[in-house]
């Protein structure tokens, strides 16, 4: 017994101390990414890195009722992934990201939106206004809402796409399914039909390899200073760890898909100064990958970035109003000045709008424009309504269709995003 004591107490001290280790590990590990001394060898993973279309069986996901309504006021909207799932690790990207925060409500943080709801913003001066020019008054004209029907109808699986002679249903954008490179390849056709080379750009994560797809407007005077503008390509139905079979994402983003490519015939022609352009991320369900990956290149490559500009989710509006956010995370970077742009070409062009500076951290690192401000940019995220009462009910789950979305608003959103981006690429 003497002897069985010590050894007793001996197994709780260690027991202890293997506790305080996990706990200050689980304190320093950023959301999304499993800590380098807790890299999973490749040759272990329960998805093998190869599999461009895991089989879903062997992607661990929690399971979320299809057809569940979004309650933020219960904070259960929790895309965490869990623990073994295959997810980016600190060695993917630049160790300046944060990694995506889902605590809370994904989307947005619906605390910090009730936390700030009646803090003063800054006065935004919409005086002294000029005429509007008629070459943007002419572009917003290019902005076509039947094509935007149609073009997020074949997004969503509603109506077939066709695709280097073969024909398929995307019922699901997933990061992990093979739906979502056929929709990468529908998107290449509309811009090759407007006359527009399309790159794919490849990004790796845990050795996997993905594309994001950029499109670029050259300048016509001063080519190397860039305005970035992007929307996530891929969708969730509420499991985004798993290869999920239906996930429409109408909204969320295919709002953003269809709207780059009628920002892109609104711009064309402008003969810009600056050049635009154009990036169609993956990944950002599972964890921004695409954007931060992206932005590391951007950042490693000293590219003189005039702004970046982000349009995820803005289709949706069942309130009066026709409410635009704009979120500039309080400033970072100096990115309120690219609010105030958008409140002035607003009221300068009549456009029918009610934005809104959110000047709160509510979608901080939640959506792509976040890498871009981890590097020191100046960026916005442009975006339905993002609060308890007016959030799209149909945020990830299968339910994110066409028929939910009003498409006259996200015409009036992409006319601002038109005005905006061309004035950035000093259109005078």
């Not at 009722?65 to 979004?70: K, M, V, Y």
């Not at 005086?127 to 070459?135: E, K, T, V, Y």
């Not at 953003?256 to 600056?274: H, I, S």
């Not at 005039?306 to 400033?331: Q, W």
Request: proline residues 6%; aromatic residues 6%; charged residues 25%.
């Amino acid at each position: 017994m003497h002897i069985i004591i010590p050894l007793l107490l001996l197994a709780v001290v260690l027991l202890v101390i293997r506790g305080r280790r996990n706990s200050n590990s689980n304190k320093s590990r950023p959301t999304g990414a499993l800590p380098s001394s807790e890299k999973t060898p490749l040759d272990t993973l329960t998805v093998p890195a190869a599999v461009a279309d895991p089989d879903p069986s062997l992607l661990a996901a929690p399971v979320h009722d299809q057809g569940h309504e979004h309650d933020h006021d219960q904070d259960g909207h929790d895309h965490t992934p869990p623990e073994g799932t295959f997810a980016a690790d600190e060695s993917d990207f630049h160790p300046v990201h944060h990694g995506k925060n889902w605590k809370g409500g994904c989307k947005f943080d619906p605390a910090e939106v009730r936390r700030t709801r009646n803090f003063a913003t800054p006065k935004i001066d919409t005086s002294n206004l000029p005429a509007p020019d008629a070459r943007i008054v002419n572009a917003f004209k290019v902005i076509d809402i039947a094509r935007i029907k149609d073009t997020m109808l074949k997004l969503t699986g509603e109506v077939p796409v066709t695709v280097n002679g073969v024909t398929s249903t995307l019922a699901t954008r997933n990061t992990h399914s093979k739906e979502l490179d056929i929709a990468m390849g529908f998107i290449e056709a509309q811009y090759a039909a407007m006359g527009l080379k399309t790159v794919r750009d490849p990004y790796t994560v845990r050795g996997k390899k993905l594309n994001n797809l950029v499109i670029e407007l050259p300048g016509k005077t001063n080519p190397s200073r860039i305005v970035f503008v992007g929307a996530h390509l891929d969708s969730t139905a509420g499991s985004p760890w798993a290869n999920e079979k239906v996930a429409p994402g109408a909204d969320d983003d295919g709002s953003g898909t269809a709207g780059m490519l009628e920002l892109a015939r609104a711009l064309k022609d402008l003969d810009l100064p600056f050049t635009v352009r154009l990036i169609h991320f993956t990944g950002e369900e599972q964890g921004l990958w695409g954007s931060y990956a992206y932005s590391d290149k951007v950042a490693a490559a000293k590219t003189d970035v005039v702004a970046m500009v982000e349009i995820d989710m803005i289709s949706y509006c069942a309130k009066p109003g026709n409410r635009l956010d704009i979120h500039d995370d309080i400033d970072q970077n100096g990115s309120h000045e690219l609010t105030v742009r958008f409140f002035r070409a607003i009221k300068r062009y009549g456009i029918n709008l009610t934005p809104v500076d959110t000047h709160n951290n509510a979608v901080k690192d939640r959506s792509d424009h976040a890498g871009f401000l981890d590097h020191g940019y100046k960026a916005v995220l442009v975006s339905e309504e993002f609060t308890d009462d007016g959030f799209n009910p149909n945020y990830h789950t299968v339910n994110d269709r066409v028929k939910n979305c009003n498409l006259p608003y996200m015409v009036e959103v992409l006319k601002a995003v038109t005005a905006v981006v061309a004035e950035l690429a000093d259109l005078k």
